[in-house]
């Protein structure tokens, strides 16, 4: 038995979407069939000819001596590690660690004033982001330039293959309190960072308002009106944290690349996809009018055609009833002109037998009388 040739394992990073380029080289006097294999153990290529029935997989280049594959629209679960065997006087292998990177799409900010048991007034902050593998690294920087780690946790979604990641910190409610910026460091971002940020003043500022405010008030209203004033000051304040939130991201890092900024990527896509909305909207309204009209002009025909077919039967039995008419009269005046005529026939043929007749008779009284005269005479 030949033993296996193997080469240290090669670890690649590629953005979720984004393709893979994967390519096996031998020895060039070294020849034989080159394969390579899926992490699930499946071959997709041998040689030149695919195994696998899929588009996602497709071939660059085959010779002798290199087989390269690509691996199109990568997901997460198309990471893991790809193996390339080559079958000559003995079997080498070749494997490729293919890591999966998605930035986090969306990062969210949230604020809210607690009173601990000593009735000390606490900032609770807590800072999340959806859809990112691996899971991203979540820090607080306070005023003073101090970053700390805060109480992170991490949920796994099986469905996408990503997490969901969330940071909590709690810092006191004072005025003249400095910033407090969120930062979110991912492989995805290639060294940079998203930053989100806001003033701890304005939201004390808000909450003390919203107080003097309950104290002027009855003791039953004021359970309503507090509850009421926090839920705005707490919607207002995730306005302008979002608003701060898109502003730290363009000017933080105005050298990120389009295709790997998740709030610019949402942003263009909420963009087309109302874009495509109006559009398909738009052509369908166009589409309905024409049917109507096409409609319309349906009908009036049809209305013309079915008074012209009522005039044509109309005329058809007028002429009908007028030549049965001409007929019946035309026959009536034959019967009445025939009748006469065949009398008068008859008449004169009754006539021209009588005549016939007498004429016979009188010849037969001559040849009698020449017969008898002789006879006397003796």
């Excluded at 920087?141 to 996408?160: C, K, M, Q």
């Excluded at 909420?270 to 909305?277: E, Q, R, V």
């Excluded at 008074?307 to 009269?329: A, C, M, Q």
Aim: glycine fraction near 4%.
């Amino acid at each position: 038995m030949v033993a296996a040739k193997s080469r240290p394992l090669e670890t690649v990073e590629v953005e979720e979407g984004q393709p893979v380029t994967l390519s096996c080289v031998t020895p060039p006097m070294e020849h034989g069939p080159l394969q390579w294999v899926a992490p699930s153990g499946f071959t997709i290529f041998l040689n030149q000819h695919p195994a696998l029935k899929n588009t996602k997989y497709q071939l660059l280049h085959h010779s002798p001596n290199e087989l390269s594959i690509r691996v199109a629209n990568v997901t997460p679960h198309d990471e893991g590690v790809y193996t390339c065997l080559h079958y000559s006087s003995s079997v080498s292998t070749k494997a490729v660690k293919v890591v999966v990177l998605a930035t986090p799409l969306k990062s969210t900010l949230e604020a809210s004033v607690i009173r601990t048991q000593n009735r000390e007034e606490q900032v609770a902050l807590r800072c999340s982001t959806v859809r990112s593998r691996p899971p991203p690294q979540i820090t607080w920087r306070l005023g003073n330039h101090t970053e700390l780690p805060g109480d992170t946790s991490h949920a796994f979604d099986g469905a996408r293959g990503t997490w969901t990641s969330s940071s909590a910190l709690r810092v006191p409610a004072r005025r003249g309190s400095s910033s407090v910026d969120c930062v979110v460091r991912h492989e995805g971002l290639r060294g940079r960072r998203l930053v989100l940020s806001f003033r701890i003043e304005d939201l004390v500022t808000r909450q003390e308002t919203a107080s003097d405010a309950l104290g002027k008030t009855s003791p039953s209203s004021r359970d309503a009106l507090q509850a009421a004033s926090t839920a705005a000051a707490m919607e207002d304040f995730s306005t302008s944290v979002m608003d701060k939130e898109e502003e730290e991201q363009t000017t933080q890092d105005p050298d990120l690349p389009t295709g790997a900024h998740p709030q610019y990527d949402g942003l263009v896509r909420k963009n087309s996809g109302i874009l495509l909305l109006t559009l398909v909207s738009f052509l369908i309204f166009i589409l309905f009018i024409i049917v109507q009209l096409f409609l319309m002009k349906l009908r009036k025909a049809h209305v013309i055609w079915k008074k012209e077919n009522e005039i044509s039967e109309y005329t058809l039995e007028s002429y009908k009833s007028r030549s049965n008419n001409e007929e019946t009269s035309s026959q009536e005046k034959y019967g009445q002109t025939s009748r006469p005529k065949s009398c008068m026939d008859y008449i004169t043929q009754l006539c021209s037998e009588a005549k016939t007749k007498r004429k016979e008779h009188t010849q037969q009284k001559l040849m009698r009388g020449h017969t008898h005269g002789p006879e006397s005479v003796v």
